[in-house]
């Protein structure tokens, strides 16, 4: 079974621009996380995904916003970006998004704002 | 926010020597996982303990949780140089079959020297 699919694996943007990552769970997983990793605040959870809905969101602004589709799969976008949205974006899939599974991750995205 | 605390921030060992990292954290929890990380790669899934289970094992690793002190840790045994990696616990609230998020602890770095 293949595993979390992350693209693009880098990016490089300006200040002010914005950014659209994607995501492909594992097959037959309906959950779809995001997290931010920077080496300041760690790794934070930014929303969570389920059968096209938004079922949870961190604590980031509003420039942050997802989406899931129909297949599961998942984007997030940043708009105007700001020198500190520079980070690794981590995506990570499980089953259902219960409180008793494994969550698996991607490989990252790593973005850097200039 | 960070719920949990790995401790020690760092770690350096001989190969072959065990390594032995720790987890704190502070409300209740569902289950708690264990992560590795490669030079800020994706997340490896390691082992999950339940908050009913008291111990597990995968391989070299052995996992302990200590519900009563909101603790646990990971035993990583006859290290070798490819353990060399930032290890995460990670814990998932208790929000049964609704949206749930990991909660990342800033990890601990562990070098094993050839």
């Known amino acids: 079974k293949a595993g979390v699919t992350q693209t693009p694996r880098y990016l490089i943007k300006t200040r002010g621009q914005q950014v659209t990552l994607s995501c492909s769970p594992i097959?037959?997983?309906?959950?779809v996380s995001w997290y931010q990793q920077t080496p300041g605040q760690g790794l934070q959870f930014l929303f969570e995904?389920?059968?096209?809905?938004?079922?949870n969101k961190g604590n980031f602004p509003g420039r942050f916003s997802g989406r899931q589709f129909s297949n599961s799969r998942s984007e997030m976008n940043v708009s105007t970006l700001e020198l500190g949205d520079s980070a690794l974006y981590l995506c990570a899939s499980s089953l259902s998004g219960t409180g008793t599974e494994t969550q698996y991750f991607g490989p990252g995205t790593r973005l850097l704002v200039l | 926010s960070q719920q949990g605390e790995e401790d020690p921030q760092a770690l350096s060992i001989q190969e072959g020597e065990n390594a032995t990292m720790n987890c704190s954290y502070k409300?209740?929890?569902?289950?708690l996982q264990w992560y590795r990380q490669n030079s800020g790669r994706g997340l490896v899934h390691l082992i999950l303990?339940?908050?009913?289970?008291r111990e597990k094992h995968s391989g070299r690793l052995r996992v302990t949780l200590d519900t009563s002190k909101k603790s646990s840790s990971l035993l990583i045994t006859a290290s070798r140089a490819a353990d060399t990696a930032s290890y995460f616990c990670a814990t998932g609230p208790t929000y049964g079959a609704g949206s749930y998020q990991l909660t990342f602890g800033k990890g601990t770095k562990l070098s094993v020297i050839p």
């Open positions: 995904y389920f059968s096209e809905t938004q079922r």
């Open positions: 303990i339940r908050s009913n289970e």
């Open positions: 097959s037959g997983h309906r959950s």
């Open positions: 409300t209740s929890i569902n289950n």
